[in-house]
């Protein structure tokens, strides 16, 4: 698996990379290139809040214009629903015929937010990981996975050049895989909205609800349904989830073995089958877009209710009294 995909670092030596963005992962990506030895320049409007940021930590700060003229390869690290207006308005224009275009995420390509200009190399190199720790890994001298995709190569060297900027970014000192945009968009999508940011979420909060409603307090249901989940996912990463079960006790083993089916059905199943459909036919992308558009008033909403549920409330308070412990 990557066995194949040896970055060739001369590449990346031998050019000028632009940041465009310097939030989580533009960062660090930005410092990790700097100090793999890549010249690097953070574009970033004469507005922006990160300028000093990104000038304290000794990096060259240019307009995004300015950086992304002079840059052999740029990587547009800015939110999603912020790169269609920061690619139309200041990158197109000013790329270079020949040099290349970089995405951590596949989503604007895939969208149709961004179409890019047939003259360029347009590529993807996507961590798996949050930017402080792709920064993290990088200073502990390993890396966070990564996987590499083609969507135009103009150049002949849109691969070889992406793979170069993996090793740049500290993915090359851990495993690179091959995928294409489509592959990774629609999968990213799907792992967020089904597990890490809409089942787990929400898995708990029920499960913390059902607790609170069976008569048990709120600060021991929160230790049991939210607080020892990380310790169970630090051990499905590290050992699967056979290697979980092996270093939990046998009652665990059986209740989780046992209960698990009934909670994952298959109507559960099916709404799985659905929201990755909803991906793969663009009806997501299509309603995620319409809601940005009109001001993300749903989505604010949404985050106020949640904001506002038991498992939060109780949440900070049993965080607050171990700070205070």
């Not at 966070?144 to 992406?162: E, F, K």
């Not at 665990?252 to 709404?271: F, H, K, N, P, S």
């Amino acid at each position: 698996m990557g066995s194949s995909l040896v970055p060739n670092p001369q590449l990346l030596l031998d050019r000028t990379v632009a940041i465009v963005g310097y939030g989580n992962q533009g960062r660090a990506q930005a410092l990790n290139l700097r100090d793999s030895g890549a010249r690097v320049v953070v574009g970033l409007r004469e507005s922006s809040a990160h300028r000093g940021t990104a000038e304290a930590e000794g990096l060259s700060v240019l307009p995004i214009e300015e950086a992304v003229a002079g840059a052999d390869i740029v990587a547009m690290l800015v939110p999603d629903m912020k790169m269609a207006e920061a690619y139309e308005g200041f990158v197109r224009i000013a790329l270079g015929p020949g040099s290349a275009l970089l995405f951590a995420h596949g989503f604007a390509i895939l969208s149709g937010m961004i179409c890019p200009r047939e003259d360029v190399d347009v590529v993807l190199v996507s961590p798996k990981g949050v930017g402080t720790g792709v920064r993290r890994k990088y200073e502990e001298g390993s890396g966070v996975p990564g996987l590499v995709a083609v969507h135009q190569d103009v150049s002949g060297r849109a691969r070889d050049l992406a793979l170069a900027y993996a090793w740049g970014i500290g993915c090359g000192r851990s495993l690179l895989m091959e995928t294409t945009f489509r592959e990774e968009t629609e999968t990213d999508l799907f792992g967020e909205q089904v597990v890490l940011c809409g089942g787990i979420p929400n898995l708990i909060s029920a499960a913390f609800e059902t607790l609170l409603e069976a008569g048990y307090t709120p600060e021991i249901a929160y230790f049991e349904t939210l607080y020892e989940t990380k310790l169970i996912v630090d051990l499905i990463v590290e050992r699967g989830i056979a290697g979980m079960r092996e270093a939990i006790s046998d009652t665990a083993q059986w209740g989780g073995l046992t209960a698990g089916t009934r909670i994952v059905t298959d109507e559960t199943r099916q709404a799985m089958r659905e929201t990755i459909e909803s991906i793969r036919s663009g009806k997501f992308a299509e309603g995620w877009l319409r809601e940005a558009r009109l001001g993300s008033h749903t989505l604010d909403a949404l985050k106020s209710i949640e904001r506002g549920l038991a498992v939060e409330r109780t949440g900070a308070e049993v965080r607050k009294a171990m700070e205070d412990a």
